[in-house]
């Protein structure tokens, strides 16, 4: 067997193999089940800590829908895959299978803060974007009834610099990427997947990382603009900040 899989608690619910666009009506909300699991990767001698936001009833979801989030930089401290909760428990709540990576272990070197980021982070990111390809390859193995045909990816700050790394990388993976305030990596230019990226208020994005405005009009990119510091974007928001986003990054997701 190629890798190993270490559970805390991890409760594979019974779905319906349909892959259909339409998903579960925003106006309805389920109740959420977390399960979190390790992934080993073999091939990278590399844990991968996963939590699983699913809805919880005993229904079949039709064409049930994808979300991988990837979270900021947290200097290796471990947990940044539940700081997030507020948006992983509402996407759940509307139906969606929602995967939170951890993609920083406490034995891993520290982020480079000198030097040029796209040179000096892109192992790092890198590194998160096989994580990402990892955790998508086993979901499909042992819940092939989800709909992989419109993945979402979401990363806040780092992490959605990994987000667009990963749809540059591959781009027939991914149905819609929501970069939350990435500031060093390139996001995509291109009309699928489709891309989507909200602003802080208080820290620029490197030159070059946002499409211009031919671009955003040539491939139909959405840049929004936020009242929202950077480091506000996790579960230290306010409600009135998560909810802004919440209900924004809901709307991208439900777009056709």
Same mark, same amino acid.
């Given at each position: 067997?190629?890798?190993? @899989? ?41 844990? %991968? ?33 539940? $700081? ?20 920083? #272990? ?13 040179? $000096? ?10 994580? %990402? ?16 045909? /419109? #993945?979402?990816?979401?990363? /806040? ?7 667009? #790394? ?25 009309? #699928? ?27 139909? %990119? ?7 510091? /950077? ?21 991208? @997701?439900?777009?056709?």
């Amino acid at each position: 067997m190629s890798y190993k @899989i270490l559970f805390t608690s991890f409760i594979i619910l019974s779905l319906s193999n349909c892959t259909s666009r339409k998903n579960i009506s925003s106006d309805k909300t389920f109740e959420v089940k977390l399960d979190t699991l390790t992934f080993f990767d073999q091939s990278r001698n590399r844990k %991968i800590p996963v939590a699983f936001y699913s809805p919880k009833t005993n229904q079949k979801i039709s064409g049930q829908q994808v979300v991988i989030f990837s979270h900021g930089y947290g200097a290796n401290k471990g947990g940044d895959y539940f $700081v997030y909760s507020y948006l992983t428990q509402m996407l759940a709540s509307k139906g969606y299978f929602t995967v939170s990576i951890q993609h920083e #272990l406490p034995t891993d070197e520290l982020i480079p803060m000198e030097g040029k980021p796209q040179i $000096v982070r892109m192992p790092f990111w890198e590194r998160g974007a096989e994580n %990402i390809l990892f955790v998508l390859n086993e979901l499909k193995k042992s819940r092939p009834d989800l709909d992989y045909k /419109h #993945l979402t990816l979401i990363g /806040h700050s780092n992490g959605g610099d990994m987000t667009a #790394l990963f749809a540059n990388k591959h781009p027939s993976l991914v149905y819609k990427i929501i970069a939350m305030d990435n500031r060093r990596m390139y996001l995509p230019r291109t009309s #699928l997947p489709k891309v989507y990226t909200l602003r802080s208020n208080d820290y620029p994005a490197d030159e070059g990382v946002l499409p211009s405005s031919e671009e955003q009009k040539k491939y139909h %990119i959405t840049i929004l603009p936020t009242q929202i510091n /950077h480091g506000h974007m996790d579960d230290k928001g306010s409600d009135e900040e998560k909810a802004t986003l919440k209900n924004t990054i809901l709307k991208y @997701i439900e777009e056709q």
